[in-house]
C-alpha cells in the first residue's frame, strides 16, 4: 500500500493555459475523490468516482474542468483556459466499497496561474 | 445547506497543555463526523471518525466527542506536544463519501 499519488506536486502556469493532474489511488479503492483547497480554507468537494463512472460534480466545477477516470484506476483533473482564481491546491482521496467513508488523501498538486 | 464552522481559527499553547478544538454544523443528518490533520503543504491524515450512532472515539491522546443534536463535536488533545503543531479539520458526510469541512484550526504548541 503506497498511498494515494498525485502528480505533479507544484504547477507554475500562465493564465490561459491548459492544465492537467494525476491522481493515482490505493490500488483496490474503487472509489476516488477530487477536492480543491484555496488558502486558510478546508477542502471543498469537487467531483467523485465510482470505479470509471463519475457519479456526482459540484457546481464549483465549471465547464472549464473536467475529470475522467477511464479505466477505473488513476484519474485525471484538466483545466483548460487557466484563471488566476484557479490556484489552489487540488487534493485527491481514494476509498474502498467496503470502509466508503475512510477517506484516504494525496498530498496534493498546488496549482499557481500567474 | 450543510455548513461546518471550526472555532478557534488559530491556537497557540504551551507544552503539555491539554487542549480543546471545537466544530460546529448546522443539519444534523449525518453520517459521521471526521476529524483530520494536515501539515503545511500537505494532504490529509484522518484522525478519528465517528459514526453518526456513536458518542466519542479515542485514539492515543485524542478523544473526539460528538453530539448530534445540538451540531457540536470536540477534539481533546492531552498533554500536548510540538509535534502536534498542524491544521486540524472537521468534516462532516451527510451525503455518500463527499466531505463537508470547516475552516480548520492552526495549532501551535511551543516546546
Known amino acids: 500500500d503506497t498511498g494515494v499519488s498525485q502528480d505533479p506536486r507544484h504547477k507554475i502556469t500562465k493564465r490561459g493555459q491548459n492544465v492537467t493532474f494525476r491522481c493515482d489511488p490505493i490500488?483496490?479503492?474503487?472509489?476516488l475523490y477530487w477536492y480543491r483547497q484555496t488558502l486558510g480554507q478546508g477542502p471543498e468537494f469537487l467531483t467523485y468516482?465510482?470505479?470509471?463512472?463519475?457519479?456526482?460534480k459540484s457546481r464549483l466545477l465549471s465547464d472549464r474542468f473536467s475529470a475522467e477516470r477511464p479505466k477505473g484506476s488513476f484519474s485525471t483533473l484538466e483545466i483548460q483556459r487557466t484563471e488566476q482564481g484557479d490556484s489552489a491546491m487540488y487534493l485527491c482521496?481514494?476509498?474502498?466499497?467496503?470502509?466508503?467513508?475512510?477517506?484516504?488523501f494525496g498530498s496534493g498538486t498546488q496549482l499557481s496561474v500567474l | 445547506k450543510q455548513e461546518v464552522t471550526q472555532i478557534p481559527a488559530a491556537l497557540s499553547v504551551p507544552e503539555g497543555e491539554n487542549l480543546v478544538l471545537n466544530c460546529s454544523f448546522t443539519?444534523?443528518?449525518?453520517?459521521?463526523l471526521q476529524w483530520f490533520r494536515q501539515d503545511p503543504g500537505k494532504g490529509l491524515t484522518s484522525l478519528l471518525l465517528?459514526?453518526?450512532?456513536?458518542r466519542e472515539q479515542t485514539s492515543g491522546r485524542l478523544n473526539a466527542s460528538l453530539d448530534k443534536s445540538s451540531g457540536r463535536s470536540t477534539l481533546y488533545i492531552a498533554a500536548s506536544q510540538p509535534g502536534d503543531s498542524a491544521t486540524y479539520l472537521c468534516?462532516?458526510?451527510?451525503?455518500?463519501?463527499?466531505?463537508?469541512f470547516g475552516q480548520g484550526t492552526e495549532l501551535s504548541v511551543k516546546p
Open positions: 482521496a481514494s476509498s474502498s466499497e467496503v470502509f466508503w467513508e475512510k477517506l484516504f
Open positions: 490500488s483496490e479503492h474503487n472509489r
Open positions: 468516482f465510482q470505479n470509471e463512472a463519475q457519479l456526482e
Open positions: 443539519d444534523s443528518a449525518i453520517y459521521n
Open positions: 465517528i459514526q453518526s450512532s456513536q
Open positions: 468534516a462532516v458526510n451527510n451525503q455518500g463519501g463527499k466531505l463537508i
